[in-house]
């Protein structure tokens, strides 16, 4: 009986966490749907990066964008960074560990293209030194993070704080955001298609 109210309990706070970023981001996360648009309209690249469950989100939604999503449309150019092993283990040991999306979005991107980084905390080490890089070629860069002053939040264009402190909470809500930018991103991009 207690782990049924337990369930209930974190639906409940669920709906809650939603409720309140509906109030708080609501107008920034439609700043990056059409960001979204119109990069990818003219061609360009949105990168992604995070660490842990965070690089499996982002990975999941560079293969929405890149794949599809709703709807049967041509492939959108979305890469998440560091996915390839290879690249990834050498570029941490023969060289820094905090450079291994960095390194990779200096040598891809182009002016105009979008990073968005992923980190609950906003101070993972290697996610700031690719929004410095993404800075330093005049990317836009978007950040989602949990409800914390972050570095990363400083750095990025628009900053969504997924408003809690409980890294599962943060990481389930980010995949409801970005599933509706795709969403989102689809509809605007292919809905006459």
């Given at each position: 009986m207690?782990?049924?109210?337990?369930?209930?309990?974190?639906?409940?706070?669920?709906?809650?966490?939603?409720?309140?970023?509906q109030?708080?981001?609501?107008?920034?996360i439609?700043?990056?749907?059409?960001?979204?648009?119109?990069?990818?309209?003219?061609g360009?690249?949105v990168?992604f990066?995070?660490?842990?469950?965070s690089?499996?989100?982002?990975?999941h939604?560079?293969a929405?964008?890149?794949?599809?999503?709703?709807?049967?449309?041509?492939?959108?150019?979305?890469?998440?960074?560091?996915?390839n092993?290879?690249?990834l283990?050498?570029?941490?040991?023969?060289?820094?560990?905090?450079?291994?999306?960095?390194?990779e979005?200096?040598?891809?991107?182009?002016?105009?293209?979008?990073?968005?980084a992923?980190s609950?905390s906003?101070?993972s080490?290697?996610?700031?030194?690719?929004?410095?890089?993404a800075?330093?070629?005049?990317l836009?860069?978007?950040?989602?993070t949990?409800?914390?002053?972050s570095?990363?939040?400083?750095?990025?264009d628009?900053?969504?704080?997924?408003?809690s402190?409980?890294?599962?909470?943060?990481?389930?809500?980010?995949?409801?955001?970005?599933?509706?930018?795709?969403?989102?991103?689809?509809?605007?991009?292919?809905?006459?298609?």
């Amino acid at each position: 009986m207690n782990q049924r109210i337990d369930f209930k309990e974190k639906i409940e706070q669920k709906i809650d966490l939603l409720n309140r970023l509906q109030e708080g981001y609501e107008s920034q996360i439609l700043e990056v749907i059409h960001t979204l648009v119109k990069v990818l309209q003219k061609g360009g690249t949105v990168f992604f990066c995070g660490n842990g469950g965070s690089m499996s989100d982002a990975a999941h939604i560079a293969a929405e964008l890149s794949g599809r999503f709703y709807i049967n449309r041509p492939p959108l150019k979305a890469i998440c960074l560091a996915t390839n092993t290879s690249y990834l283990t050498a570029v941490a040991n023969d060289l820094n560990y905090e450079d291994i999306f960095a390194r990779e979005l200096q040598a891809l991107s182009n002016k105009g293209d979008v990073l968005v980084a992923l980190s609950t905390s906003g101070n993972s080490l290697n996610v700031i030194n690719a929004m410095q890089v993404a800075n330093a070629k005049d990317l836009i860069g978007v950040s989602i993070t949990g409800d914390f002053i972050s570095e990363l939040g400083k750095l990025s264009d628009v900053n969504i704080k997924i408003p809690s402190t409980d890294t599962p909470r943060i990481q389930e809500t980010y995949m409801f955001v970005l599933h509706y930018i795709c969403e989102k991103v689809e509809e605007l991009m292919f809905k006459n298609s």
